[in-house]
Nanobody, 124 residues
Framework: QVQLVESGGGLVQAGGSLRLSCASSERTFSSYALGWFRQAPGKEREFVAVISWGGATTSYADSVKGRFTISRDNAKNTVYLQMNSLQPEDTAVYYC?????????????????WGQGTQVTVSS
């Protein structure tokens, strides 16, 4: 199975920025589409962003378009989520996801692998 470890979460004030990282020692990491999801207390897990295995295709949830940017560095087996203009409603546990295609990741299919999550808290 694919092992994913998120980092970079923390506390930030509204309007601030944060960059999340998700790293893996998985040798075939570069062949996976990668994405980010988040889950706030009392809410369902929500799709945030996805990037294809080659990085040519990206897609974002409407709630984060224009503010968040997903990128990947296959040489480092790492995917990033740059979060700008953060708002309190962005507060959630953010999870890294890996799947065989970007469409599979967006759907949160059962064959998607997940990291343990990292907490992002945005204060007013």
């Amino acid at each position: 199975q694919v092992q994913l470890v998120e980092s970079g979460g923390g506390l930030v004030q509204a309007g601030g920025s944060l960059r999340l990282s998700c790293a893996s020692s998985e040798r075939t990491f570069s062949s996976y589409a990668l994405g980010w999801f988040r889950q706030a207390p009392g809410k369902e897990r929500e799709f945030v962003a996805v990037i294809s295995w080659g990085g040519a295709t990206t897609s974002y949830a409407d709630s984060v378009k224009g503010r968040f940017t997903i990128s990947r560095d296959n040489a480092k087996n790492t995917v990033y989520l740059q979060m700008n203009s953060l708002q309190p409603e962005d507060t959630a546990v953010y999870y890294c996801a890996a799947g065989i295609s970007w469409r599979t990741v967006v759907a949160g299919s059962t064959n998607v692998y997940w990291g343990q999550g990292t907490q992002v808290t945005v204060s007013s």
